[in-house]
């Protein structure tokens, strides 16, 4: 059974939905990744930012307490609650950003402070803990005079340091998602707490900032948290916000970058649409190229490289749209080549040539005029009623016709031999186009009936140098010497080139340098006024 095969339109028509989908999808989601990623770092940035700020200000905070008690010890160990005392505990307090009060302590009472009688003999509760430097640490006091708000007191020897809970937690923000908190890491304790925080944050061993370290962050339980560590004292802070947060910023900044994504998408899309559709569409560019007459031939002269003579052209198809466009054949003969329209391009093109050059051979008798073929022109029998006919209006005799053909043309070997023979019968001599750069070159040589090998221009580049291929060229010449076939060198530029060909025993060349193709008047031109020159040649001769 056959299998369906996919036409080339609809390949292309696939490839084209494709690229557009790909054109619109791909920039999308780089922008939702960008948009992901910068949401993900602004949270993370903000986030230890908070961290940092807490830390910071409990830090503060704690200086300014110990700093506070420190000093009171040092200058009245003996009367703490002299005047002096007192004035010196309001200096301290109002020194001290973050102290609410400074005072003495007597079995858990206050018995003076900076703020006057305010919360005097007012019990203080129990010590939560007492640190490494014998500081007692209470951090749920209320007093009388505020209900509203709880205080943190810490106190040596009496003195004592009273502050705000909450005041370093308020300082930093006031907004509501954010869980903020500080704690002291050995015990995982914390001094104050704000919103959700999950112990473990802070608690467990691996979660615990090293000493000295900046922020840590991490996203857990759907919080994005930071953790920073104090390298001053036992001391930690946290800050948490919910996920979803995130996902807000994300997508306002996905808001901005969507709409550039989509525009650039669609953009590609189009292009990659527009390249696909023209390359579907030209088949029936070429037909309607075929019916308005855009095509029209040039001819790229042969030489004689030891006598400068023009020895024939080879015929080299153009196309001109009406829109002044000029489409390469490279890239038009393989699409005519695939729609199965290069039958009528051949039947155009020995049409075009038999019009342009209908009496060359009445002005230069021995010259050629070469034609390209494709593989597929040799499948059919019409190439040699075409020929004929080519052959009988322009009134060639033998050689002055040849065709060129490329190594591709002999894959149904029986086939090419037949019409190769019929095709010399008639007349028409054979050129092997591109020799070399197909891979079966050698075999088939001697089995066919073949007149010129053309060497590929590949091959006559590399020639000079001292690379592999360079080899290939010297190779050739032998090869086509031994089976008794003329050479002609393709894309000679260099006159080293020329120079190092004719040396080696190649006699004839095309090329750049020694001719680019030329419109039909051009070339008959030149043939007229190399005439009388031969002709005087052949009188002197005679
Ligand atoms: P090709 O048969 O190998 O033709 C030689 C190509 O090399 C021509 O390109 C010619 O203009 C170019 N050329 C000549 N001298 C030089 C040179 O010194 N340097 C360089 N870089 N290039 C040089 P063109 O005309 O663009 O043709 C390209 C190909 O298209 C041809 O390669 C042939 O395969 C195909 N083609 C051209 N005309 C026809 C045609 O009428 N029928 C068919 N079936 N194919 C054709
Ligand atoms: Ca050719
Ligand atoms: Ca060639």
Redesign the pocket.
């Known amino acids: 059974m056959q299998s369906r095969q996919r036409s080339p339109g609809q390949i292309a028509g696939i490839i084209a939905v494709l690229v557009a989908i790909l054109g619109v999808a791909i920039p999308l989601l780089i922008a939702i990744l960008l948009a992901d990623r910068q949401g993900r770092e602004t949270e993370m940035r903000l986030v230890s930012a908070y961290a940092d700020d807490v830390l910071h200000r409990a830090e503060t905070s704690i200086s300014q307490g110990y700093t506070a008690i420190r000093t009171l010890a040092d200058r009245n160990p003996a009367e703490p609650c002299s005047d002096e005392s007192v004035a010196l505990m309001r200096k301290l307090d109002l020194e001290s950003s973050y102290l609410h009060a400074v005072g003495y302590v007597v079995n858990g009472h206050m018995v003076c402070s900076s703020q006057g009688r305010e919360g005097i003999d007012f019990p203080l509760g129990p010590v939560d803990w007492v640190s490494q430097r014998h500081v007692r640490i209470r951090l749920n006091v209320r007093f009388p005079f505020d209900e509203a708000d709880t205080y943190i007191v810490v106190e040596r020897n009496g003195f004592a340091a009273i502050m705000n809970r909450d005041l370093a937690l308020e300082a930093t923000t006031n907004e509501e998602d954010v869980s903020l908190g500080f704690f002291q890491p050995i015990n995982g304790r914390f001094m104050a707490l704000r919103g959700y925080v999950k112990p473990e944050w802070v608690g467990s061993p691996t979660r615990q900032v090293p000493r000295g370290h900046s922020v840590r962050t991490f996203v857990d339980a759907g919080y994005v948290v930071a953790v920073a560590r104090s390298n001053r004292y036992l001391l930690g802070a946290v800050a948490a916000l919910p996920v979803t947060y995130m996902h807000a910023q994300e997508r306002s900044t996905a808001m901005v970058l969507v709409p550039v994504g989509l525009v650039a998408g669609i953009a590609l899309a189009l292009a990659a649409l527009y390249l696909v559709r023209r390359q579907v569409a030209l088949p029936a560019m070429i037909r309607a190229g075929l019916r308005r007459q855009e095509f029209y ?2 001819y ?1 002269p042969v030489v004689d490289l030891c006598t400068g003579e023009w020895v024939g052209a ?5 196309w001109r749209r009406a829109n002044g466009e000029l489409m ?3 890239l038009f ?1 393989p699409a ?2 695939d729609a199965g329209l ?1 039958q009528d ?2 039947r155009r ?1 020995v049409e075009l040539v038999t019009q342009d050059l209908n009496d060359v051979f009445s002005i230069a008798p021995r010259f050629h005029v070469a ?4 593989p597929i ?1 040799l499948t059919s029998g019409d190439v040699l009623e075409l020929m004929g006919g080519m052959a009988h209006r322009m009134k060639a005799g033998p050689g002055n016709l040849v065709i ?1 053909v ?1 190594e591709r043309g002999f894959l149904d070997r029986e086939l090419a031999q037949g019409v190769l023979h019929s095709l010399r019968d008639g007349g028409v001599k054979v050129a092997i ?2 020799f070399g750069t197909g891979y079966s070159t050698l075999a088939y040589l001697e089995n066919f009936e073949i007149d010129y090998l ?1 060497i ?2 590949s091959f006559v580049d590399t020639m000079n140098l001292d690379t592999p291929t360079s080899q290939v060229a010297l190779h050739i010449i032998g090869m086509a010497r031994s089976l008794d076939i003329e050479l002609i060198a ?4 260099t006159g080293t080139q020329a120079t190092l060909l004719r040396e080696l025993g190649v006699q004839y060349a ?5 001719s ?2 030329m419109a039909a008047e051009e070339l008959l031109l030149g043939l007229q006024r190399a005439r009388p020159r031969k002709l005087m040649l052949v009188s002197m001769a005679g």
């Open positions: 031939m040039v790229q080879e015929a080299l198809l153009r390469r054949p490279d003969i005519a080549e290069i391009i051949t093109v034609i390209n073929l494709s022109d060129e490329t186009d591109d053309k590929d221009k393709e894309g000679v530029e095309q090329g750049w340098h020694l680019r193709p």
